[in-house]
């Protein structure tokens, strides 16, 4: 049990190896701690091909501006590579052009800081359009204040961790270029925008409720949107979202129509996945789609329960969720993979302040409680109406029956008496027939 030490990486071979540092300073304030942050840092490069050979954890007043490290560390560092065989300096932080450059210099080795690391992982990742030209984005906004003198240091850091960035693309580009190329692909995400706004506007003018799945990378909200899609229908792989046991697995949203047997109807929203320190870049690359979690008349937090660290994972996603302004957006704390924990293990989590239910999304355990919970919370905008459609109102007397709750219902001679819970679009649309 524990750290996320099993989950595994997308690439098979090991790129490199890394000696890994991370500082806490003093005086800056984190809503992380060194060591959550290193572990995870560890995750990040394991997901990236990159074996971590040693690890170097230093507390100090402040950092040093034109080299990062301190000249005792970096003689450390130096004798380390050359005991592990390390071609690669893993820094838990984001580094400047100059430090970058000057770390490089004195130490001969490829430096990679935890940002530049991250939106690797997401470039192998991403699939659709959107999601490239989001990471592609990121990436460029990363880069342009880390060119320093001319295109060499770009060229070097653009082309991604040993070169395999960008979908293999090496970048020679100087800042002017660089302006001209985050414009075109502004432009080019806008489109794409504008697109999706389309089903957006078609999925609210269904009046459903919209529920999205958010959390930690690895969580299994992928594998819980799945479970929810089967509970009615046998469905194909393709309409499924997928789910992988790596980091990252889904970059762009997903969104299906969940249709419960007592008609309970919901859009449900599958999300990418947080971790610790998100480059700004990439959540502001990916505020576009991650608008949708915005949107949202309920949020999931999905947590792996059966990690040591989930607290600290749920504490990432609340951060990610107010800085993207929906910490007002009611919600429910899944606690998933229950059936890795035993049972005790499992009371001690269960004490926490808001509604949680623990659930196994592969197995289905619990679901059925949870439906149970996201019923209390989305349903609460409704209220219950009695009404009588008359038989000729044929198109209204199914919607009834096909599309809300009802409580009960029954056949008279003038027309269909029904008791239902109705939302406020309905409540209007069916004024008529209210008794
Ligand atoms: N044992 C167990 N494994 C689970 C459960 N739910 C998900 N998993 C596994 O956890 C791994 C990650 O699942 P995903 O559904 O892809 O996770 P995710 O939260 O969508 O991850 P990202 O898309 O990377 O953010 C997969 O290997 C799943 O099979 C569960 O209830 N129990
Ligand atoms: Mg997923």
Redesign the pocket.
């Known amino acids: 049990m524990g750290r996320p030490g099993k ?1 595994k990486g997308f690439i098979d071979s090991v790129i490199g190896k890394a000696i890994v540092v991370g500082i806490e300073v003093y005086s800056r304030k984190s809503d992380v701690s060194l060591e959550d942050s290193l572990a995870e840092l560890k995750e990040l490069s394991h997901a990236a091909g990159i074996e971590t050979v040693y690890t170097i954890s230093q507390k100090k007043n402040r950092i040093e501006s034109g080299t990062y490290l301190g000249s005792g560390k970096i003689g450390e560092i130096k004798a380390l590579a050359a005991r592990f065989g390390a071609d690669i300096l893993l820094v838990d932080d984001e580094l400047s052009g100059i430090q970058i450059r000057n770390l490089e210099a004195e130490l001969d080795m490829e430096i990679i800081d935890r940002t530049s690391l991250i939106l690797d992982i997401f470039a192998n990742r991403a699939k659709s359009k959107e999601g490239k030209l989001q990471v592609e984005l990121a990436r460029m906004r990363y880069e342009k204040p880390r060119i320093v003198g001319g295109s060499t240091q770009l060229s070097k850091q653009a082309g991604g961790i040993g070169s395999r960035g960008l979908g293999e693309k090496k970048l020679e580009l100087d800042r002017r270029t660089i302006d001209k190329k985050i414009k075109d692909v502004e432009r080019s995400i806008e489109a794409l925008k504008k697109q999706r706004e389309v089903q957006k506007n078609k999925r609210k003018k269904s009046h459903l409720q919209t529920v999205a ?1 958010i ?12 479970t929810f899609l089967r509970i009615n229908n046998p469905i194909k792989s393709k309409h499924e ?11 762009d949203p997903f969104h299906r129509k969940v249709k419960l047997k007592n008609n309970l109807e919901f859009i449900l929203t ?5 971790v610790s320190k998100l480059p700004h870049t990439l959540v502001d690359a990916f505020m576009s789609t991650l608008e949708e979690v915005r949107d949202a008349d309920l949020l999931l937090y ?1 947590v ?1 329960i ?1 990690n040591d660290e989930y607290e600290h994972q749920l504490k990432v996603t609340k951060n990610v969720v107010k800085e993207l302004g929906a910490q007002d957006i009611p919600y429910l704390i899944v606690q ?5 924990l035993d049972p005790e293990k499992l009371l001690e989590g269960c004490d926490l302040l808001e509604t949680s239910v623990p ?5 289905g ?1 619990g679901i059925d409680e949870l439906i149970v919970e996201i019923e209390k919370k989305i349903m609460k905008d409704y209220e219950i109406k009695d009404l009588v459609i008359p038989f000729e109102e044929g198109s209204m007397l199914n919607y009834i029956l096909e599309n809300t709750k009802v409580i009960e219902h029954e056949y008279l001679d003038d027309g269909l008496h029904v008791k239902a819970h109705l939302n406020k679009h309905d409540i209007k649309r069916y004024n008529l027939f209210l008794v």
Not at 243 to 249: G, I, P
Not at 359 to 363: E, K, P, Q, R, T
């Open positions: 989950v799945l959390g930690y990378t690895n969580a299994g909200k992928s594998t819980l949107m799945n979202s997928p789910v992988a046991d790596m980091l990252f697995a889904t970059l599958d999300t990418v996945g947080f999905v792996d059966s998933n993979k229950k059936d890795r659930i196994s999304a592969l197995s355990d």
